[in-house]
């Protein structure tokens, strides 16, 4: 198995995000310093560091769950502004898997990944339901369709919501952090879906720090720390020869 | 110690069943009478006080009683004297509705109660029963004043028990999604409505229904324009539903606020908008949280509706009391009390045992 190969090919050099002298402040504190980086299409990057570096926050500018306040964001042409019909336009090209899964307690699995397509997408109920049926199948969970996310495994809640987001065919996804809310036995079932959908040459930002991950499916590694994006390089590289000291520090504490 | 422990449970574990408990009215008792001390002593005082009052109640409810008497024979004997009620039935039940016209807020109050008798089952909340809501509704409408053939009943004339479920099953239904607009009025981001939720909320969770509905029968008028009068009726059901409301919202203001943040995320980040966001989202997930402190609201707010006698309305209270005050009836006070209590009662054990039923379904395990 080689992923990484596979996926190279399907690299474009067309970027599909774009951010560019992104800053963002929460009152005082400045979270984001000077944020650039671009994307392209197909590109799989990996995004680790420090707790409270920034990670989550500016993956979550990314699709407006946060709001920046210097710079510029393009995703697939679209600037984020405060217009909201650009916002709900990138979200539904953008998705998005959390730590805690946040599926929807009141609704079965299927309904989970009817919702978006029937409302957003205005699929007919069938045809959203085949789409549904087939994300599920994928992610290997298509026996719980009629089941409540409270029946379901940490590991299999996970996998839902990655199918949840698929449903409604984006063209980037992100990921906070998809394992680190699971128990050990079940993180391997996640990150082979998502090295599945590597395979297919889907763009990704993965914030996450499992290095067997990263070196497998990643085209690039980011190393942010108090907001800002202080090393960038090929897994290779990144995990053997770190630039920066506080680099090596964070790999040395995470390898113990 | 410890070795013997180590050794010993594999074995038990495959010999173990689920212990039988309670067997019969002894294993019962011992179970729900008698689970320790406490309890036991509780159980014991709770039966020397019924032993002491349930005899002489029973004695004096049934034995004694008279069902269908004059008040001269209830007088003479020493039970109680159902006749109070069965004697002015009508008079209590629909106040001064023209006698022989009677059968139509009867079935009127009939078409009611198989609306909600059917409306409580899930399955059947279909656009059908919407339109049956509908159709029910204007037939009662047309049933208590008239119209199309019917002889026409002035609204001054309607009382009892129609005006009482009148103005609780309409004061309650429209409440509800008022109070539920203002909660997320008061979460909104929007200073202005943001600022008119909170005032209004707090303006008449400060004041008492009794002086609300004071005010909209003797101020509200005073600004009506010349010539315009609103029905006395009307006036009384919108205060009724204005003040609902704003508990209403505290309560849903609360279930919106332990909602996961994570819910709202999900729902932003899969592009649905606010609306959507809430209805398919936060708001089922936020109602069903509050089930049990809405029912609560709701049920007071039933029995309240019985202060609209202070602006002359005749509702079931007021006939009853009105009953009393007839020279032959005096004195029968605690039968007819009593009866209006299990009319009450029995609407609002039914309102609760629905809320508990309503919980468990929509219950998905999480
Ligand atoms: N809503 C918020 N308000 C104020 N500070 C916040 C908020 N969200 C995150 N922060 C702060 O911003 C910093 C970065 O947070 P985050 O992006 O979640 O870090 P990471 O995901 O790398 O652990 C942290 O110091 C955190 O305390
Ligand atoms: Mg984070």
């Known amino acids: ?132 049926m087939y994300y599920l199948e994928k992610v290997r969970i298509a026996e719980q369709a009629k089941k409540f996310p409270g029946q379901l495994s940490g590991g299999q809640q996970q996998r839902v919501a990655i199918a949840r987001s698929l449903c409604m065919k984006p063209n980037v996804m992100l990921f906070d952090e998809p394992t680190s809310a699971l128990d050990p036995e079940m993180v391997k079932e996640v990150l082979d879906v998502m090295i599945s959908l590597a395979q297919e040459g889907m763009t990704m930002l993965v914030v996450s720090h499992e290095m067997g991950f990263a070196k497998s499916v990643a085209h690039r590694v980011l190393f942010m720390d108090s907001g800002e994006i202080l090393e960038e390089n090929s897994p290779e590289e990144f995990f053997h020869h770190p630039q920066h000291e506080r680099t090596k520090l964070f790999l040395s504490q995470i390898l113990d | 110690m410890a070795t013997m422990e180590l050794t010993k449970p594999q074995k038990v574990a495959d010999a173990i069943k689920p212990p039988v408990t309670s067997i019969g009215i002894i294993g019962w008792m011992r179970v729900n009478l008698f689970d320790g001390w406490f309890n036991s002593i509780l159980s014991l005082i709770v039966l020397y006080l019924l032993s002491m009052t349930l005899p002489s109640f029973i004695k004096w409810a049934f034995i004694n009683s008279s069902w269908f008497t004059t008040s001269d024979q209830c007088k003479a004997g020493s039970g109680a004297c159902w006749s109070v009620i069965t004697a002015n039935i009508r008079f209590i039940t629909f106040g001064f509705y023209p006698h022989q016209l009677q059968w139509r807020p009867l079935l009127a109050m009939i078409i009611l109660v198989l609306l909600l008798f059917f409306s409580q089952n899930r399955k059947h909340w279909r656009k059908s029963l919407a339109y049956a809501w509908l159709l029910g509704l204007f037939s009662m409408g047309l049933l208590l004043k008239g119209g199309l053939g019917l002889e026409v009943v002035d609204s001054d004339n309607w009382g009892g ?67 315009v009068t609103l029905n006395k009726i009307l006036r009384a059901q919108v205060a009724i539903i204005l003040f609902t409301a704003a508990y209403i919202a505290e309560v849903v203001r609360g279930g919106l606020q332990g909602m996961n943040k994570g819910q709202y995320e999900a729902a932003e980040s899969l592009g649905l908008n606010y609306f959507q966001a809430m209805r398919l989202i936060i708001l089922p997930q936020a109602l069903k949280i509050v089930i049990p402190p809405s029912m609560g609201i709701l049920i007071s707010a039933f029995k309240d509706t019985s202060l609209v006698v202070i602006i002359a309305l005749y509702d079931l209270l007021k006939t009853t009391q009105t009953t009393l005050s007839d020279p032959k009836w005096m004195g029968f006070s605690a039968e007819a009390y009593f009866f209006v209590a299990l009319v009450y009662f029995v609407c609002c054990y039914a309102m609760s045992n629905y809320s508990r039923r309503l919980e468990k379904e929509l219950d998905t395990g999480h």
């Open chain 1, 1 to 132: 198995m080689n992923p990484q190969k596979a996926g190279q090919q399907n690299v474009d050099t067309m970027p599909i995000i774009t951010i560019e002298n992104m800053h963002k402040w929460y009152g005082e504190f400045h979270v984001l310093k000077d944020v650039n980086l671009t994307v392209s299409k197909g590109e799989r990057i990996v995004i680790c560091g420090p707790s409270g570096s920034g990670k989550s926050t500016l993956i979550r500018c990314i699709n407006r769950l946060e709001e920046h306040q210097r710079g510029r964001i393009v995703v697939d042409g679209i600037e984020l502004t405060n217009d909201l019909k650009n916002i709900e336009k990138i979200r539904t090209e953008v998705g998005m898997v959390f730590q805690h899964f946040n599926l929807f307690p009141h609704l079965t699995i299927l309904e989970n990944l009817t919702l978006g397509p029937i409302w957003v997408r205005k699929t007919p109920k069938k045809e959203a339901e085949q789409i549904a």
């Open chain 2, 161 to 227: 028990l129609p005006l009482t479920l009148l103005l609780s099953v309409f004061g309650l239904t429209a409440a509800y999604p008022i109070g539920v607009m203002l909660a997320l009025g008061r979460q909104s981001r929007m200073p202005i409505i943001k600022s008119f939720s909170v005032v209004y909320i707090e303006l008449i969770r400060g004041v008492p229904l009794i002086s609300m509905l004071f005010m909209s029968s003797v101020v509200f008028p005073l600004f009506l324009p010349e010539g």
